[in-house]
């Protein structure tokens, strides 16, 4: 009862947070109703931060002297970042000139890796040329954007929004892109189970029905309802069938988008259910999703602790036996030898000092000799 009534403060505490907009704050009350403790584990979480407003709270870069400043291969040239009014800003400079500066209008990434930025004009939304990257806490060129190029054009598509945000409306005739400004940043609870706005009017409007309406719960789904849900955003780049924004979860994926072809289909950033479904554990069983090792409503980062969802089926007296390892020391390391990071070839940045990647967890469940190596070296040195 202590920790419920605990669980009840902290939603409330958050529920009220200025960090929350408008939209967000309906949408996660609808649901805290009644699935208070859910709710409070979620807002804590990657997802439900994947874009917010911009703000203090909510950059992760410093805008303190002698760190706001990237400086480029180009003599000259550099971005440096400031408040000005009360407004986060973007500065491109060459050879002490300033040839433009942008406000920071939106927030892309929770900050756990990095964040990329964007700032609207004309209802048109386009990328900042700086992001910032989490280790080592510095700012770089933004993806893809190549060093010393001072470009303020690239327009953020939809299909970027659609893995970033609960909600954008696109509107505006064909080849005229423009995005309303009515828009849910952020996963809220309806990314994945509809609109809890909608379901909690008609029960309200209807307290003798049993059956929920205008909801939708992933774990009724069938297997592949389940691994479309999350493929929305961990299913790689996919050439779009129909509008961004108008997949429903449980839905056939491949209604809305053509499969994953080429390099991003194997890439571990995007692709992590296609490359999930690789895995022999995967076609082994006939009920493994993604829910089998995440719960998406709270924080699992510790790959001991994901590595115990593996003892589920595996045990590791076998293995330990042949390395020479304690079964307790080796069942917390199932994820760094089987499931390592790499790095990926679809989320490049250039600096002066050369071109850098993003590493991420490869989600091929699998054996891979050098990382297995590497563990064992750690393990035995202690």
Known sequence: MRRMRIAALAAGFLLGTPLLTSAQ??????CADCHRAIVTSYLRTAHFHT?????????????AAGRNTLTTRRPGVSFVMREIDGRHTQTAYDRNRVVQRET????????????????????????????????????????????????????????????????????????ALRYAQ????????EKCHGDGVRHVAWHRANPEARQAREIRSPAGFSRQGQLDTCGLCHGGPREPRRPAF?????????????????????????????????SLCFRASRAMTCATCHDVHRT???????SGKCLACHQPGRHSRVVGITAARLAAAC??????????????????????AMRFRNHTIGVYPAATAAVLRGQRSR
């Open 104 to 175: 920071i209008d939106l927030v892309i990434g929770s900050g756990r890796r990095g964040q990329s930025f964007a700032y609207w004009r004309d209802g048109i939304l386009y990328q900042l040329p700086v992001s910032w990257l989490a280790s080592p806490d510095r700012w770089i060129n933004s993806p893809g954007y190549l060093d010393g190029t001072i470009d303020f054009t690239r327009i953020v598509q939809p299909r970027c929004l659609e893995c970033h945000a609960t909600r954008f409306d696109v509107v505006g005739p064909p080849g």
């Open 300 to 306: 699992e980062r510790r790959p001991a602790v994901l």
């Open 246 to 278: 108008s997949y429903r979860p449980g839905e056939r994926l491949d209604d809305y988008y053509a499969p994953p072809v080429g390099v991003g289909a194997s890439d571990v950033h995007g692709n992590q259910v296609g490359l999930l479904e690789r």
């Open 335 to 356: 994820v760094d030898c089987h499931m390592p990071d790499e790095q990926s070839g679809a989320l490049e940045f250039n600096s002066a000092s050369g071109q850098g």
């Open 51 to 63: 874009s917010a407003p911009a703000s203090s709270a909510t950059i992760k870069g410093s805008f």
């Open 25 to 30: 704050r309906a949408a996660v009350q609808a």
């Open 182 to 189: 009515s828009y849910e940043v952020g996963l809220t609870c």
